[in-house]
């Protein structure tokens, strides 16, 4: 596997292109020593795709390269990196797209307005993510979702877990944390807080998910919520809402051992 190795500390004004197969890391980075690399987003940054590293992707909504969608194994990844915006508080600074089977570990961010998102038209297989924080999205944006999962055409098996949100709600909704298209057999695990969106999803379990501020919409989407305990702190909204699905297709949704507090 061949691979870059971040320094410490890096400052970037634009986009970084990565071709598949090549991996970020960053300094020293090994399982579970979160923050290698602190990426410093510079005053007056301009992203041509609006994300710092675009893996497998050329212009953020394109695969460079086949990204055969059914690789044994990812094809792209990023690890041990975290994204600070401040104090420049750049709109729109964002950590990596990809196209392709894809892994990420130990990222996190602050004043980011979206950590990862697959490519809008590729399809990919086997996405893992795992260990996340975001210790807060761009104030008062909260437009976008921090790992946003499918795109327009989807794929099978995404797993995120063991991730981290703020409790509040920002700009009068809970912070957006997940969102999985079209996507079967997916995996949301250990999620603190954060809102998700499941849409044209089948089987999907989420489970070990406490927020203070809940909020889970499903479009034409199936699925199991399990051990899991949410806090309402708003009457705008439902903590689980089916509405946009009405009249639309079949939905299985699975309820065991969830609590809800108001």
């Given at each position: ?14 986009s970084?292109?990565?071709?598949r197969?090549?991996?970020v890391?960053?300094?020293?980075w ?5 923050l ?13 795709t ?12 394109s ?5 055969n ?16 915006n ?7 600074a964002?950590?990596c797209t ?8 130990d990222?996190s961010?602050?004043?980011s307005?979206?950590l990862?998102?697959q490519v ?18 761009l104030?008062g ?12 055409v989807g ?8 991730l ?15 969102k999985?298209a079209?996507?079967?057999?997916g ?9 998700i969106?499941l849409?044209?999803?089948?089987v ?6 406490h ?8 479009d034409?989407?199936s ?9 309402m702190k ?11 699905a ?6 299985t ?10």
């Amino acid at each position: 596997r061949r691979h870059i190795e971040l320094p410490r500390r890096v400052g970037v004004s634009g986009s970084i292109y990565i071709p598949r197969d090549v991996f970020v890391y960053g300094a020293g980075w090994e399982p579970t020593k979160a923050l290698n690399t602190q990426v410093k987003v510079l005053s007056g940054a301009s992203f041509s795709t609006g994300f710092v590293f675009n893996l497998n992707t050329t212009n953020g909504t394109s695969a460079a390269e086949s990204p055969n969608a059914w690789a044994v194994g990812p094809i792209n990844g990023i690890f041990g990196v975290f994204l600070d915006n401040t104090p420049n508080n750049v709109a729109g600074a964002r950590l990596c797209t990809f196209a392709g089977s894809f892994a990420a570990q130990d990222i996190s961010g602050f004043r980011s307005t979206q950590l990862v998102k697959q490519v809008p038209g590729v399809y990919s297989d086997k996405v893992r993510i795992d260990r996340v924080i975001v210790l807060s999205s761009l104030a008062g944006d909260n437009s976008e979702f921090q790992i946003d999962l499918g795109g327009t055409v989807g794929g099978d098996s995404h797993h995120v877990s063991n991730l981290i949100f703020g409790p509040g709600e920002n700009n009068g909704e809970p912070e957006k944390a997940v969102k999985l298209a079209y996507s079967n057999a997916g995996k949301i695990t250990s999620l603190i807080n954060g809102q998700i969106s499941l849409v044209g999803c089948s089987v999907v379990e989420i489970s070990s998910w406490h927020t203070e501020a809940a909020k889970l919409t499903a479009d034409r989407a199936s699925f199991t919520l399990r051990d899991s305990n949410m806090d309402m702190k708003s009457g705008g909204y439902y903590p689980i809402d089916l509405t946009t699905a009405y009249g639309s297709a079949t939905q299985t949704v699975v309820l065991e051992n969830v609590e809800f507090r108001y």
